[in-house]
């Protein structure tokens, strides 16, 4: 099983530009999650979901939109990018809420706006 | 506000060392507490994760404890391997589906 797929690993934007960060899923995993990390700090839950078509904020959901059509896929998109969007963002995954299940992680995408 | 800190920021110790990792948390209220290891340009990897219920997990040379009427965690790992290197970090999960976490311990084990 591939896990947690992000793409890319890498962008530059300029400021004013808007990406879609991509993840994808093969455990057939109902929650979603998008993290971001900024250097020496914690991660910080920007949008997740609970299941296909049901998303909500997390602590810093602003300048980000995200959707979930699919079990699969969970996108996240910066609309006019701006420099403090500079991070390392983190899709991640769990199977259901309840007990605690461990959240499964992608390998980041490295995201600089200059 | 919902705050997650870990003590010490970096730790070096020699290999075949026991070594203990400090987690504390604001808000008691969690859901569950959860140890990540990260490595270098890689993302998180679940460790342990302690249910509110429990006092603590255990898995192979890791022990992580729960005390949340004190707020805190502890991740113990025994007789450190240079394997062991890599970045630790705590999270704290609510009932409204958040997650906090901290920002990690360094931790270099020297052969």
């Known amino acids: 099983n591939a896990g947690v797929t992000q793409t890319p690993k890498f962008r530059i934007l300029k400021i004013g530009q808007s990406m879609t960060l991509q993840c994808t899923q093969d455990?057939?995993?109902?929650?979603m999650y998008w993290y971001r990390q900024d250097p020496g700090m914690g991660l910080k839950l920007i949008y997740y979901s609970v299941g296909a078509g049901i998303t909500d904020k997390g602590e810093v959901p602003n300048g980000y939109n995200v959707s979930r059509s699919t079990t699969e896929d969970f996108p996240l998109r910066l609309e006019l990018a701006a420099p403090s969007q500079t991070s390392v963002y983190f899709c991640?995954?769990?199977?259901?809420?309840?007990?605690?299940?461990?959240?499964?992680f992608g390998d980041g995408t490295r995201l600089s706006i200059l | 506000k919902q705050e997650v800190t870990q003590i010490p920021a970096a730790l070096s110790v020699p290999e075949g060392e026991n070594l203990v990792l400090n987690c504390s948390f604001t808000d008691s209220a969690i859901y569950n507490l959860q140890w990540f290891r990260q490595d270098p340009g890689k993302g998180l990897t679940s460790l342990l994760l302690?249910?509110?219920?429990?006092r603590e997990q255990t898995s192979g040379r890791l022990n992580a404890s729960l005390d949340k009427s004190s707020g805190r965690s502890t991740l113990y790992i025994a007789a450190s391997q240079p394997g062991d290197s890599a970045t630790y970090l705590c999270a704290a999960a609510y009932n409204n589906n958040d997650m906090r976490f901290g920002a990690g311990t360094r931790l270099t084990v020297k052969p």
């Open positions: 455990m057939n995993h109902n929650y």
């Open positions: 302690i249910q509110s219920s429990q």
């Open positions: 991640a995954s769990s199977y259901y809420r309840q007990g605690g299940q461990p959240q499964h």
